[in-house]
């Protein structure tokens, strides 16, 4: 069967018939007068005598995907935003501008429609999509852009280079539109030559997720042909396969390659040495990285703390914050604490992770910083609960410390935050019960000693909750003897506080018959010697080690965190990596074909039936297709070496 594509005369005949059809449409309606021009125009533009078929839709996809870079890391210069922002940081907080996607999603369109064209061999249609879009574009280069962004054409470099690259894309399509689609569209632009270059181009096209599927479903829905379209994708696998061995074929008999000779150290350790040294780099990598990114880190220290205490759910009994008792460690400050610790290998090595710069010392003001207003119904709860032996009663000890955010902007803060759960036995809540115990003198009222209350040394992390470092806590620093306390936490090992409950008679609030002013004070105590006698201090200390932050360039990928970087990225590189080298044995009958020109022209002849419209034949030849692939003897037949 005679399977040569017609000649374009008769292409050029059918353009003409539906010119005529038009014409006789639009004499119908009276406008032959306002379309002659554009008709007289139109068939100059296509006469065949003049053209000669090009395909240019390599080069117009290439600059549309440029322009599409530029409206993504430039979109900024076209929305009434007027100031540099970066893509990125909108992807890291969750949030797309709605006219950003907008932008994107009308270009993808134009895309989609440009393909479909394509396809189809539509000139007219390409003739009248390119009219569109220079009417589309021009206005809204010119007009909508300058008036949205408050910015000249003139002054919009980003723009410019847009229309720029936009204007290469249309002088592409009017060639296009001038030439005439060639009568033949034969597999990818990619495998028009085999060679090495053309073989890795088209690997790395293949790995590009959905790119392959989205080609291969448009140009099934809008190609004419008979076959299904899972058969169409098995034809496009079959031919990528065929032609990934071809340029192989090409490569050996380019670069041949003496037989029985042993490979020569170059390319052992060329190949292999380059190779090796990449594994062992993606296997290091996260250790490498978060290594040399902690060099380059800065010093985040908090800039407030809070710390608030309460008993069960009962208001506040205790606040108190602070924005100047913040003090850096010196080196000085710093080789004390170390000489503190000189007996401890596992506190020292703790307090070594960090420079002197990142240890603050934090000294919170023992006068809360409110007043304590509970109602006197709840006031009198709360005694019953204390002195109600069988209720669990707790206080908890919560510290807020607030740090400039991470890559955020200068006054963009976060807070790390953590606490510290406290039983308190039966004589802690016997004397709170007293204290707050209207009915007792104020000789009666004597500061309660609640030791474990809270850690002196607190780790804050560069992100999430701050936790106690249990390690570096001093057995003998409080020097209590006090029995029967049951703590939540380290037994023995927490800071130790004096809580007393003020008042103020002579506030103006008592003189008409209202409760005078009442305020909680804390003293953080030292020592208690065997007679219940303490020396304290007017102030809460915390030393916090504050994590370093990494800068905001690597931040996204730092924040993964070692564990992190092996389970996203080495694992899921290993595991590609473990696809090239398992399971190959299943596809030596497919991959070491000696020769597979004959299986590459079946499928070209595929592809040249379809165009020409012979869907007999193309199915017919599909079918052998598959025939030669299910028979291995077929397939051993058609692949052999060609002898001299």
Request: glycine share 4%; net charge positive; proline share 5%.
């Amino acid at each position: 069967m005679d399977i040569t594509p017609p000649p374009e005369v008769e292409f050029g005949d059918k353009k003409r018939r539906r010119l005529s059809l038009f014409k006789h449409r639009v004499s119908t309606l009276g406008l032959e007068d306002l379309f002659r021009p554009i008709q007289k125009f139109y068939m100059h533009l296509i006469d065949p005598s003049m053209s000669a078929s090009i395909d240019v839709y390599a080069l117009m996809f290439f600059f549309d995907f440029i322009t599409y870079l530029i409206l993504i890391f430039n979109w900024w210069a076209f929305s009434d935003i007027g100031t540099n922002q970066n893509v990125t940081k909108y992807l890291e907080e969750d949030r797309i501008p709605s006219m950003f996607l907008a932008m994107l999603l009308v270009q993808f369109v134009l895309t989609l429609i440009d393909r479909a064209i394509y396809l189809r061999k539509f000139v007219l249609g390409k003739f009248i999509f390119q009219i569109v879009q220079v009417i589309a574009i021009n206005t809204w280069m010119f007009f909508i852009i300058p008036k949205t962004t408050k910015k000249k054409f003139t002054d919009n470099l980003p723009v410019q280079m847009w229309y720029f690259f936009r204007s290469i894309y249309f002088g592409l399509s009017a060639v296009q539109i001038r030439c005439g689609y060639p009568t033949r569209i034969l597999g990818n632009f990619l495998a028009k030559r085999y060679s090495i270059i053309n073989l890795v181009l088209f690997k790395m096209f293949r790995t590009l997720p959905f790119l392959l599927e989205l080609r291969a479903l448009m140009d099934w829905m809008w190609t004419d042909s008979s076959l299904m379209l899972f058969h169409w994708v098995r034809l496009e696998d079959i031919y990528a396969s065929v032609f990934s061995i071809k340029c192989n074929r090409k490569f050996s008999q380019d670069f041949p390659y003496k037989r029985g000779a042993k490979r020569s150290i170059i390319i052992k350790y060329g190949v292999g040495g380059l190779l090796l040294i990449t594994l062992i780099l993606i296997i290091w990598f996260p250790l490498l990285f978060m290594s040399l990114v902690y060099t380059a880190s800065e010093k985040n220290p908090p800039i407030e703390a809070t710390i608030e205490i309460t008993i069960g759910a009962y208001q506040p009994l205790f606040k108190a914050s602070t924005q100047q008792n913040l003090a850096q460690f010196s080196e000085k400050s710093y080789t004390s604490l170390l000489q503190e610790y000189h007996a401890d290998p596992k506190a020292r090595a703790i307090i070594k992770q960090y420079q002197h710069e990142d240890l603050v010392e934090v000294k919170l003001d023992g006068n809360s910083i409110q007043l304590w207003g509970a109602s006197p119904p709840s006031r009198k709860e709360l005694v019953n609960s204390l002195k109600d032996p069988l209720q669990d009663i707790h206080m908890r000890f919560e510290w807020f410390f607030i740090r400039r955010a991470i890559g955020g902007a200068q006054m963009a803060t976060e807070t790390s935050s953590g606490f510290n759960y406290l039983k308190l036995n039966t004589t802690i809540r016997n004397q709170l019960a007293q204290l707050l115990d209207k009915t007792n003198s104020e000789e009666d009222k004597k500061p309660v000693i609640i030791r474990n209350l809270f850690p002196k040394y607190i780790r804050v992390p560069s992100a999430g909750p701050s936790v106690a470092i249990n390690e570096l806590v001093d057995t003998n620093s409080s020097g209590l003897v006090l029995q029967g306390d049951v703590s939540f936490g380290v037994d023995g090992k927490y800071a130790a506080v004096s809580v007393v409950l003020m008042s103020d008679p002579t506030d103006a609030s008592s003189q008409v018959g209202s409760s005078s002013m009442e305020w909680w004070v804390l003293e953080e105590v030292k020592e208690v010697n065997s007679e219940g006698e303490f020396k304290s201090e007017p102030f809460l200390t915390i030393v916090t080690f504050n994590e370093r932050v990494f800068p905001q360039s690597v931040s996204f990928l730092a924040g993964y965190g070692i564990i992190g970087l092996y389970l996203s990225l080495v694992l899921v590189i290993g595991k590609f990596v473990r696809m090239f080298v398992s399971g190959i044995s299943y596809k030596i009958p497919f991959d070491e074909l000696p020769n597979v020109d004959k299986v590459l022209k079946l499928c070209l002849d595929i592809y040249l039936c379809r165009e020409v419209k012979e869907f007999s034949l193309e199915e017919d030849l599909f079918a052998k297709l598959m025939y030669i692939y299910r028979s291995p003897d077929m397939l051993i037949h058609f692949t052999k070496l060609k002898l001299d």
